[in-house]
């Protein structure tokens, strides 16, 4: 694979700018050949169509009052000679506009930049460019390629620099940063004209040393103060902990003094300037927690034992807390974790068993009552007024933490965790899958076995959560073979 970076004569698909000296042409018929291609080939000069050809020394008689006295051979290498070529097209370039390309460009090196990338020069300055039959990137290219032999050039750039594209972004953005703390892509694209802004949107993102702050805004490693002292007491507190625990959390970590004397940087800016500036070399991150090298953590375990310290939360403070832990929300963590330790009483609200005292063998026996066969949806429920008191009021997510954990007689299973009620309440003796359960309710059901109205009676009934299953040709399956034997 042809390397990234290469120097001007070996960039591939390039035709240097025509000697102009080549065909021993004057400067008067080159300037008069120069103002036909200019003025009637603006989109370019097809050069080898012999129709083009004709036209050419139809605009030469017209406007110049000249026959071209050269064959075709020799008045097509004259053309060349005066324009570009490009896509087999041929483009007069006048010695005004590259001279303007020149200064353009020279004036921003001159102020300390290193590179120009050939898109974003044509972008910044298309009105005018294209005015002067510069009408791509590609002839743009072919250009400052002949007005600057002693730069550097690559498929993307050109500059004073020889470097990947990883390195020549970070030197440039280094370079403008200045004594700034925080920049926006916004004020680092202001800073560098000449650099799409994409790539530095993308460079910030896979370099870690620039860190996140907040939304478009980031700072640098360089512009964190970190003293001595802290980075040792936050580096002995984290091998404590990780050694007690198998983990420990940034909110666990002394970052009191690192919090003060950067206090222009948001808590998740800190977080991975101590990460990367104390902890890296030793330690692993995933979102606030912190694992020695090699070692995993249960996130689950973790939420559980967090859980164990709370009276009451709200799903949304759980969800919170498990995005915090593995950076991404998935539900089913903070679900499992919660119903794990603690009691779900709403929607959105979780209390510790503190503050509910469930009479099992009565609530047990007042379900009996309520559940004819094996299992019943937990939709199918209503009549909450026959279980004993428990210290909160009963609803279907009560019921369903009832029987997750307390109950001796019912269990509780649904194709996953969710906030919709969806699920069955099975007695315990019952050995069924849920998938089986599934397949026996829609057998006893005679709904048609298809994909659609399978799933549409499930989810009306209560059994799944969303109007499509995963196991729905299982369950289809299932349904039929009990069909077949008559139950």
Known sequence: MEP???????LPGFDLLADT?????????CSKLETILFTHFSNGFRL??????????????????????CSDEELRAHILDCGIICDEKVYAISSGAR???RDTAASYFSGGAQVIFYDEFYKKNESWLFKENVVSEDILTKIVLDLFPHFFFTRTYFGTVQASIADVLEREILRVWGNDILLTYTELSERLPYIPLERIKGFLAQNHDFIWNSAETFSHLSRVEIRAEDREAIQAAAAEKCSIDGYTTFLELPLEEVRAQNDTLSIS????????????????RNGKIIVRRGDTFDAVEIMKAYCRTLEQCSLKDLLQYEKDLIGETKHQIALKAGHAVMVRTGKDCFVAEQYVHFDVEKTDRMMDKMIPGEYLPLQSFSAFGIL??????????LLESYCRRFSQTFRFDAPAMN??????????????RYVEIMADAVAASGVPLENSQVCAFLYKNGYIGRKTNASVGEIIERA??????GT
């Open 4 to 10: 990234e970076i290469t120097r001007a004569a070996k």
């Open 48 to 69: 080898h169509s012999p129709i083009e050809l004709r036209r050419f020394r139809s605009f030469a008689t017209e406007d110049m009052e000249m026959e071209i006295p």
């Open 388 to 397: 004993p008191d428990c210290g909160q009021s009963w609803n279907l997510f």
């Open 99 to 101: 001279k303007s390309i």
């Open 269 to 284: 800016a800190v977080y991975s300037a101590v990460y990367r500036t104390c902890l890296q070399d030793q330690y692993d």
């Open 21 to 29: 000296t080549s065909h021993g042409q004057d400067e008067a018929l």
């Open 480 to 485: 039929r073979a009990l069909y077949e034997r």
């Open 419 to 432: 906030s919709k009620n969806a699920g069955a309440v099975i007695r315990r003796r019952c050995t069924m």
